[in-house]
């Protein structure tokens, strides 16, 4: 069971903590437990509860009539109201709550609706990642279990696989081309998969190489297939004290091919003078790298069009 202070629930809610303090004294929504201070502490089940209050009285309903509502109401209602919403606030309270009960109907169905609304990538720009967000801070609360990280991961690497599956092939000729891998014990690949989907349907032709792949391999890959980018994300390996070893091997092992590194430990890198290094901070500064190199791109076959003609 997770133990929340009202800063904690304030924080994961977005509603303030004098809302819920009124809420709980005038409606009884929560039952806190009061330690020997007289500090409220909150479980998972009065958060849970609270995310879908929320969710509910923004979109316009009383808190005298949403308080009534049992669990199972509630969580029928939030479904409802968020098959008509774009209110990006509100869906990820809702994803939340279905990730929390471990609903994966509930969960499927409001991942759905998201990208019907608001168009894949947006769904998962707007949506997704800022769930992933307040799951990560859950996690670091205890709250999350190995079980519910899984049941979304998969959901959403379901996602995501899918919307790269039906988009149209690229012809490597034609496009920049791009070598996408993570580093020998790196599991993390929601983000690359997700990359991954954005190069191609950006028109960029892309190896999409996966996870654990030993940097050995690279050499023969970017001689065989001359790519324009490597790309890779660094979240759990290397080891933070081995990161600056890792990239300089990438460097030296395709010194004329560009790297692109994402992830917490690429931020944490430090390298006098890199070569041929760029490190999104953010998955919009990727996009807009996205964007840029398919411009540039499309610039060049026109020329060489222009020059054959």
């Known amino acids: 069971m997770g133990h929340f202070s009202i800063s904690d629930l304030e924080q994961l809610s977005g509603i303030r903590a004098h809302t819920i303090r009124m809420w709980e004294q005038r409606y009884g929504i929560l039952r806190p437990v009061r330690t020997a201070t007289n500090i409220r502490t909150y479980c998972d089940n009065d958060l849970r509860r609270l995310l879908n209050v929320a969710t509910l009285c923004g979109r316009g309903q009383r808190i005298s009539h949403v308080a009534r509502l049992s669990d199972a109401e509630l969580a029928q209602a939030v479904l409802a109201c968020c098959d008509a919403s774009c209110d990006y606030e509100r869906q990820v309270n809702a994803l939340l709550a279905a990730m929390l009960e471990m609903d994966e109907l509930r969960l499927d169905s409001l991942l759905r609706n998201a990208i019907q609304q608001l168009g894949f990538e947006k769904a998962i720009m707007h949506v997704a990642y800022p769930f992933l967000q307040r799951v990560g801070v859950l996690w670091q609360t205890g709250t999350v279990n190995p079980s519910q990280e899984h049941l979304v991961t998969h959901l959403l690497r379901q996602k995501i696989m899918a919307a790269t599956d039906a988009l149209a092939p690229v ?7 791009w070598v996408l891998f993570l580093p020998e014990g790196e599991l993390h690949e929601l983000a690359l998969l997700f990359m991954n989907y954005a190069l191609r349907a950006r028109g960029h032709h892309v190896l999409y190489l996966g996870q654990n792949l030993p940097s050995s391999e690279l050499k023969n890959i970017c001689a065989t297939y001359s790519p324009y980018a490597l790309c890779t994300v660094l979240t759990a390996v290397p ?3 081995r990161v600056s070893d890792y990239v300089r091997n990438l460097v030296e092992t395709c010194p004329d091919t560009l790297l692109v590194l994402y992830g917490p430990l690429a931020q944490q890198l430090c390298l006098e003078k890199p070569k ?7 998955m919009t500064d990727f996009l807009a ?3 840029d ?3 540039v ?3 060049r076959l026109q020329y060489e069009h222009i020059s054959v003609r």
Do not use: T, V
Not at 171 to 177: D, K, L, T, V
Not at 276 to 282: E, G, M
């Open 171 to 177: 012809q490597p000729a034609e496009a920049r081309r």
């Open 289 to 291: 790298l996205a964007d």
């Open 276 to 282: 041929n290094i760029i490190r999104p901070a953010l």
């Open 239 to 241: 080891e933070r004290d």
């Open 293 to 295: 190199a398919k411009l």
């Open 297 to 299: 791109c499309n610039d």
